[in-house]
């Protein structure tokens, strides 16, 4: 008897961790990078874009993935001017359950010295639900920006924890 109340009372509160609102469900990941940035701007001369997920060497060097199967969509966020290290990607997959596989993935393959002359030594990767963040940047610019500036905002727009690789 006492289960099925606590069955029923669970049910009624709408308590459990799949019943908590998806944040970023019906965010565009180019919206997301903008709610972002209007809690920190990083005072760089930026661009967003959506890379073409058929393009192999793009995948690659934006988000460290040979393997893009498991992703649903890409957004990324880099200096206009190409001597900045500073790139802020958002990856959206299609699996859910393969989040920490493809986050991995990203940290341990992507080139933090893929721009000419500069290498950024500040990365992180992290996760919410369904969308990967990975950003890395160039200590030298950490009177403008850190990593743990946009983790932070990033939680904030997820309005949750996040999963830190």
Same mark, same amino acid.
């Given at each position: 008897?006492?289960?099925?109340?606590?069955?029923?009372?669970?049910?009624?509160?709408?308590?459990?961790?799949?019943?908590?609102?998806?944040?970023?469900?019906?965010?565009?990941?180019?919206?997301?990078?903008?709610?972002?940035?209007?809690?920190?701007?990083?005072?760089?001369?930026?661009?967003?874009?959506?890379?073409?997920?058929?393009? %192999?060497?793009?995948?690659?060097?934006?988000?460290?993935?040979?393997?893009? %199967?498991?992703?649903?969509?890409?957004?990324?966020?880099?200096?206009?001017?190409?001597?900045?290290?500073?790139?802020?990607?958002?990856?959206?997959?299609?699996?859910?359950?393969?989040?920490?596989?493809?986050?991995?993935?990203?940290?341990?393959?992507?080139?933090?010295?893929?721009?000419?002359?500069?290498?950024?030594?500040?990365?992180?990767?992290?996760?919410?639900?369904?969308?990967?963040?990975?950003?890395?940047? %160039? %200590?030298?610019?950490?009177?403008?920006?850190?990593?743990?500036?946009?983790?932070?905002?990033?939680?904030?727009?997820?309005?949750?924890?996040?999963?830190?690789?």
């Amino acid at each position: 008897m006492s289960m099925v109340i606590l069955v029923f009372i669970v049910q009624l509160c709408g308590c459990g961790a799949e019943d908590t609102p998806n944040a970023l469900e019906d965010m565009a990941l180019i919206d997301i990078i903008n709610a972002m940035y209007d809690m920190k701007t990083p005072e760089l001369s930026l661009h967003q874009d959506i890379p073409d997920l058929q393009d %192999s060497a793009a995948m690659e060097s934006y988000t460290g993935l040979s393997d893009t %199967s498991n992703v649903k969509e890409v957004t990324y966020s880099e200096p206009m001017i190409g001597s900045q290290a500073y790139s802020l990607v958002l990856v959206r997959v299609k699996d859910e359950s393969k989040v920490e596989e493809t986050a991995t993935a990203m940290k341990e393959n992507v080139n933090p010295a893929k721009w000419i002359c500069v290498m950024a030594d500040d990365l992180q990767v992290v996760s919410y639900r369904d969308v990967i963040l990975l950003f890395m940047v %160039s %200590s030298e610019l950490s009177d403008v920006i850190t990593s743990e500036e946009i983790v932070d905002s990033f939680q904030n727009v997820c309005g949750d924890d996040i999963t830190t690789y």
